[in-house]
């Protein structure tokens, strides 16, 4: 079992460290603005700069569909100005981020306690974005159980015969080179996804891949 | 929440026998709103009497979430059945490229222009 996530300036498990943008507490209208340090004089108005350290921005939000839209105007707009990925894949990981929320939202947390959503970009060659149910929810899985569901539904000759399930193997397994399932000490389940950066077929925007043998799914 | 509307349009069919109406998406469709708006949709389908075609005017429709195409490949199969069927016209990119990658491009047509749509549809 993984353990937690460090909060905010804590070090990194590969031992760097975090520059917080927003302070991790609740609010789905948490847009990672940092608050600019009082000014002195004209002469010393703060210039707004992509900063040049690791950048996490958490989120948590209410188990509630309702916000997702916000989060999806977030991840959409943070993709865009704090990342190299060409546009097309600021809307590819807008779906990302909405179909892990989801799945947390409904499976994995109850109605009344919360989602974290955490961007981690450690490099202009990637970004990470892990998704945290508290555990409450009505469909309990472990990280296993979970893994075992997609890896089922991952393979070609899987049907699809209902109106859910697509989420996870046919848009999030597609767009992501890794995807993992870490189990929580708080109960719940945390998704990481990663996509890089030097992805051959990054700027090629007629390729799917879906097909992309190098997909990794992981249990931790 | 995210805001959707539908509305839906008679278009004449150069056969009477088969009913064709093109429904306007305009908004996004997420899991806040789209249990409750399918609705509109089944109700069409299951009081059709005879063939019923659905052209999908995506050109407003700015997100689509998985559970909705899992919608759409529903009303595909339940329109098939009457042998009737769905066509998409004027997706946006981001919408395409979604359908495409669940595959659903496979299985129903998209047109880039209403006026192809409706050619496939109207014969």
Not at chain 2, 58 to 61: D, N, T, V, Y
């Given at each position: 079992m993984e353990t937690q996530l460090p909060t905010t300036s804590a070090p990194l498990p590969n031992g760097e460290q975090t520059t917080p943008i927003?302070?991790?507490?609740?609010?789905?209208?948490?847009?990672?603005?940092a608050t600019p340090p009082p000014v002195?004089?004209?002469?010393?108005l703060p210039v707004a700069q992509k900063p040049a350290e690791p950048v996490k921005i958490t989120i948590t939000l209410p188990t509630?569909?309702?916000?997702m839209s916000g989060i999806r105007d977030f991840t959409l707009a943070l993709i865009k100005n704090m990342?190299?990925?060409?546009e097309q894949w600021a809307y590819r990981f807008q779906s990302v981020v909405d179909e892990l929320c989801n799945n947390a939202i409904e499976h994995g947390s109850a109605p009344g306690k919360e989602i974290t959503v955490i961007f981690l970009q450690n490099d202009e060659k990637s970004v990470q974005i892990m998704v945290e149910d508290s555990?409450?929810?009505?469909d309990k899985f472990n990280a296993a159980q979970l893994h075992e569901l997609v890896a089922q539904r991952l393979q070609?000759?899987?049907?699809?015969?209902?109106?859910?399930?697509?989420?996870?193997?046919?848009i999030v397994s597609a767009w992501t080179d890794e995807l993992t399932f870490t189990d929580l000490p708080t109960g719940g389940i945390r998704a990481t996804i990663t996509k890089r950066l030097?992805?051959?077929?990054?700027?090629?925007?007629?390729?799917?891949?879906?097909?992309?043998?190098t997909h990794v799914l992981l249990t931790n | 929440m995210a805001d959707i509307s539908i509305t839906t349009e008679d278009i004449p069919s150069t056969n009477p026998a088969k009913a064709v109406k093109m429904l306007h998406f305009t908004g996004q469709l997420d899991e806040s709103n789209v249990d409750e708006k399918s609705k509109e949709v089944y109700q069409l389908i299951e009081a059709a009497q005879g063939p019923l075609y659905l052209i999908f005017d995506?050109?407003?429709?700015e997100y689509m979430n998985s559970k909705s195409i899992g919608y759409l490949t529903d009303w595909y199969t339940k329109l098939s059945e009457k042998q009737g069927g769905i066509v998409l016209a004027q997706a946006r990119p981001n919408i395409l490229d979604i359908l495409q990658v669940v595959g659903i491009t496979q299985l129903i047509q998209s047109y880039a222009t209403i006026e192809e749509a409706k050619a496939a549809v109207i014969q």
């Open positions: 927003a302070p991790a507490t609740s609010g789905a209208s948490e847009t990672g603005a002195s004089s004209p002469e010393a509630n569909a309702y916000f990342t190299k990925f060409p555990g409450t929810g009505k070609p000759d899987y049907a699809f015969s209902g109106i859910r399930g697509r989420g996870l193997a046919k030097d992805d051959p077929k990054m700027n090629d925007p007629t390729a799917l891949p879906s097909t992309d043998p | 995506l050109a407003g429709l």
